[in-house]
């Protein structure tokens, strides 16, 4: 039986003063980004066939996705140019024809974030310095510790050292889950709107996938 802890994360007071609701859960596990069994294979073909063009249309209109794109605007990010993850994954089943896998851990997360409408994002934690957290971004200060620049005020992801993320955005070069990671952490943002069951949720679909035999 799978053990999954999850942990909330830390959110530093300018921006819990900022956004009140805001906050992450995280979850460690044993896992790699290895080729998917045919279990998940066949449940992304299912997913594929249930997902239409209507679902995917009307997927925005239902409250946990909505409540991602009303973050969105309220962080000065245009929803309709750059979707939350799951309204991007449903349109990239449109354009693409169906869910494609591409290794165990993205269809997993593909899998728990459209299933839930919570966006999850994966890390290598050997290289994440203590619990995951939420806060701005100072100036001059590089994505992974040794990245590209960020503007100051910009809501990462960060460990106790440095920026993991830009949120909602991939992770730093330096940070994310490569072919050799053999431990992973995977992290979901709270937003207001969204309640503590969708992303236990979230987190317990991806985690399950990821360490389901065979």
């Not at 045919?38 to 946990?64: I, W």
């Not at 619990?131 to 990245?147: C, F, I, N, T």
Request: glycine letters at 8%.
């Amino acid at each position: 039986m799978l053990d999954l802890q999850l942990e909330p994360g830390w959110v530093s007071a300018e921006l819990a003063e900022e956004f009140p609701f805001v906050g992450v859960v995280h979850a460690t596990l044993d896992a790699r980004p290895v080729r998917s069994p045919r279990a998940v294979r066949e449940r992304l073909e299912l997913m594929s066939d249930r997902f239409t063009g209507p679902k995917a249309v009307q997927m925005r209109q239902q409250p946990v996705p909505w409540a991602y794109r009303v973050f969105y605007r309220q962080i000065g990010i245009d929803p309709d140019r750059q979707p939350p993850a799951p309204e991007a994954a449903a349109l990239e089943r449109m354009r693409a024809g169906h869910f494609k896998s591409r290794n165990l851990l993205d269809d997993a997360l593909l899998i728990a974030t459209v299933e839930t409408g919570v966006p999850l994002y994966a890390y290598d934690a050997e290289r994440v310095d203590g619990a995951p957290g939420l806060r701005l971004s100072a100036p001059g200060e590089r994505l992974g510790g040794d990245g590209r620049d960020l503007r100051g005020g910009e809501i990462v992801v960060a460990d106790s050292e440095r920026a993991l993320a830009v949120l909602f955005g991939e992770p730093a070069p330096s940070r994310c889950v490569r072919r050799e990671s053999e431990r992973l952490l995977i992290t979901a943002v709270r937003v207001k709107g969204v309640p503590e069951v969708s992303l236990e949720e979230a987190l317990w679909t991806c985690a399950e996938i990821l360490t389901e035999p065979g």
